[in-house]
């Protein structure tokens, strides 16, 4: 049986540069990336109907998509560590809040496979607005969001970073990088 590779996740409020991240990580790292599920599965949505918005009934199939995204990565690439743009912790963190929306289902997908290391992404960048319809929140509510998701990892004892920098983005990317390789050390 293969050893299963260790997931460094990118996780917090709207708007702190997850994606932008998460992508550059793994670019620079030469490793694996896993998109945001919600995101894709959203676009997709639109691209279908543009009336598209989000509801309760839709945040199962996100965290299923999320989560099949990862295995099929995970066994297309041998012991390499995965870097992910947000997992389902984000997802129950925005269903219970946005949705009141809790789910036994959700809670075996994170107890099932969290990640190695979160990197819970600071409110201290710009705000830059998204054009997409349904989004999960706005300015007022990202300093709320980034508390909860603090609460979460604190409360479920997952391993977390913060990675912040007084908005400087070159140091605060600098910064992410120097933990990811320092805690992956072994695999890298």
Same mark, same amino acid.
């Given at each position: 049986?293969s #050893?299963?590779?260790?997931?460094v996740?990118?996780t917090g %409020? +709207?708007s702190?540069?997850?994606?932008?991240?998460?992508?550059?990580? %793994? #670019?620079?790292?030469?490793l694996?990336?896993?998109?945001?599920?919600?995101? /894709?599965?959203?676009?997709a949505? =639109?691209?279908?109907n543009?009336?598209?918005?989000l509801?309760? +009934?839709?945040?199962?199939? !996100?965290a299923?998509a &999320?989560?099949?995204?990862? =295995?099929?990565?995970e066994?297309?690439?041998v &012991?390499?560590?995965?870097?992910c743009?947000?997992?389902?912790?984000?997802? !129950?963190?925005?269903?219970?809040?946005?949705? @009141?929306?809790?789910?036994?289902?959700?809670?075996?997908?994170l /107890? $099932?496979?969290?990640?190695?290391?979160?990197l =819970?992404?600071?409110?201290?960048? &710009?705000?830059?607005?998204?054009?997409?319809p &349904?989004q999960? @929140?706005?300015?007022?509510?990202?300093? #709320?969001? /980034?508390?909860?998701?603090?609460?979460?990892?604190?409360?479920? $004892? =997952?391993?977390?970073?913060?990675?912040s920098?007084g @908005?400087d !983005?070159?140091?605060?990317?600098?910064k992410?990088l @120097?933990?990811? #390789?320092?805690?992956?050390n072994?695999v890298?």
């Amino acid at each position: 049986m293969s #050893q299963i590779p260790p997931r460094v996740v990118l996780t917090g %409020a +709207e708007s702190t540069g997850k994606t932008t991240l998460a992508r550059y990580l %793994a #670019q620079k790292l030469g490793l694996p990336y896993a998109p945001e599920s919600a995101r /894709h599965y959203l676009d997709a949505r =639109l691209s279908v109907n543009p009336d598209f918005e989000l509801a309760a +009934e839709d945040v199962l199939p !996100i965290a299923y998509a &999320g989560r099949a995204t990862e =295995l099929w990565l995970e066994s297309t690439t041998v &012991g390499e560590c995965l870097i992910c743009d947000t997992d389902v912790l984000s997802t !129950i963190v925005y269903a219970r809040e946005i949705y @009141g929306f809790e789910s036994h289902e959700l809670e075996i997908l994170l /107890h $099932n496979r969290p990640a190695t290391l979160y990197l =819970l992404l600071d409110t201290d960048i &710009g705000w830059t607005s998204d054009p997409t319809p &349904g989004q999960r @929140g706005g300015f007022e509510s990202r300093a #709320q969001f /980034h508390a909860l998701f603090r609460r979460e990892l604190e409360e479920r $004892n =997952l391993p977390f970073e913060l990675v912040s920098a007084g @908005g400087d !983005i070159e140091e605060r990317t600098a910064k992410a990088l @120097g933990i990811v #390789q320092s805690v992956l050390n072994p695999v890298l």
